[in-house]
């Protein structure tokens, strides 16, 4: 599968693009939030040179074929709000997944289903691509929620699936599939 360049995509009122030195405060706010740096590389509580170190790792995840790291800005003003991540580390058996955080003063607005609209369908344009996963803990009610908007399917729980911070977690699995070509 040929991965290129990171594009932008609309993703309604926002827009998936790379990450700026400019999304710094986006980053401040999700460092300060309890659960974001337990399931991301946000550092927690860090200093303005540990968020521009987190920003610059971003833009290397495409060299890297670890898959893309999209800030969601605002169209109108380019804030930040947020960041939406399609990853590819099983992209040779034709699956991805997407992980995403809403910084804690844009949330219920509407932004990560925007968001996760945008990628999951981007995501299951590739050549290769069948399928598109989503993990989330069963109380993550607000991104399950998300997800379920956004056409993903439950198909089950995930017992004791992964670490996050020192104990390990259930998960709900989640899927989108590429849909069956029209006969
Ligand atoms: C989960 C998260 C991404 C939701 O972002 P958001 O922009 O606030 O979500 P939206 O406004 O697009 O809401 C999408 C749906 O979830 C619902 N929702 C959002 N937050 C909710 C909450 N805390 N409790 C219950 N429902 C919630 C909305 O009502 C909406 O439902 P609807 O389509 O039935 O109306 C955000 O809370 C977040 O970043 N949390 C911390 C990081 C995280 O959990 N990431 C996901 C890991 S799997």
Redesign the pocket.
């Known amino acids: 599968m040929k991965m290129l360049e990171q594009p932008v995509l609309d993703a309604g009122a926002y827009r998936l693009r790379p990450f700026q030195p400019s999304d710094i405060p986006a980053v401040r706010q999700a460092s300060a ?1 309890p ?2 740096p337990r ?1 991301t590389t946000v550092p927690a509580q860090g200093t303005e040179a540990d968020y521009a170190a987190f920003i610059e790792r971003q833009h290397r995840r495409v060299a890297e074929g670890s898959g893309y790291s999209f800030a969601i800005a605002d169209a109108a003003t380019n804030a930040a709000a ?1 960041q939406i991540g399609l990853w590819l580390r099983d992209a040779h058996q034709g699956r991805a997944s997407i ?4 910084a804690p003063g ?9 968001a996760l609209t945008a990628l999951a369908a981007w995501g299951l344009e590739h050549p290769g691509i069948e399928r598109v996963e ?4 069963p109380w ?4 399950w ?2 997800a ?2 956004c056409g993903f399917q439950r198909e089950g729980l995930l017992r004791s699936w992964e670490r996050v911070g020192s104990d390990r977690k259930d998960m709900y699995m989640y899927s989108r599939l590429r849909p069956a070509p029209r006969a």
């Open positions: 939030d659960y974001i399931i947020g992980g995403y955080w809403i844009f949330r219920r607005r509407g932004i990560a289903k925007q989503l993990y989330v803990e993550n009610e607000g991104s929620r998300t379920e908007a």
